[in-house]
């Protein structure tokens, strides 16, 4: 996945937000797997960006999945502004977005990978102690 995916959602409020999942590496280089973030497009078209205002809602997909998946959670995006938020509704949607994205190799596969390689990672790290 070299080019941002987007998604836009409407919240119970009737806010709509940008969804961007990308692609990052961490502080060392490594790839951290997709991960997400979320702009309230209210603000599309004055100082922020083609996506709108970065509401401080950011999370690797991976763990959205996995801590959504029960399909009774919403995700709060910034609590100090009410109407920032996406409803348990809202993740019922994006979770099989997210999984859909990734077809060969499957969401699972390069779950595993992710997973497999951060466990290493951490193992070497502990080592040098």
């Known amino acids: 996945m070299s080019e941002p995916l987007i998604k836009v959602v409407r919240n119970d409020e009737g806010r709509e937000f940008t969804i961007e999942v990308h692609q990052n590496q961490d502080q060392f280089g490594l790839k951290a797997g997709p991960s997400v973030r979320v702009y309230d497009r209210s603000f599309i078209g004055e100082r922020f960006g083609e996506f709108g205002q970065f509401t401080?809602?950011?999370?690797?997909?991976?763990?959205?999945?996995?801590?959504?998946?029960?399909?009774?959670?919403?995700?709060?995006?910034?609590?100090?502004v009410p109407v920032w938020f996406l409803s348990a509704d809202n993740m019922n949607e994006l979770v099989p977005w997210f999984r859909s994205q990734f077809t060969s190799p499957s969401f699972d596969q390069i779950k595993a990978w992710h997973d497999r390689n951060w466990a290493r990672l951490l193992e070497g790290l502990s080592n040098r102690e």
């Open 56 to 80: 401080g809602g950011s999370a690797y997909m991976f763990d959205l999945v996995e801590s959504h998946s029960g399909g009774s959670a919403g995700w709060v995006l910034d609590g100090g």
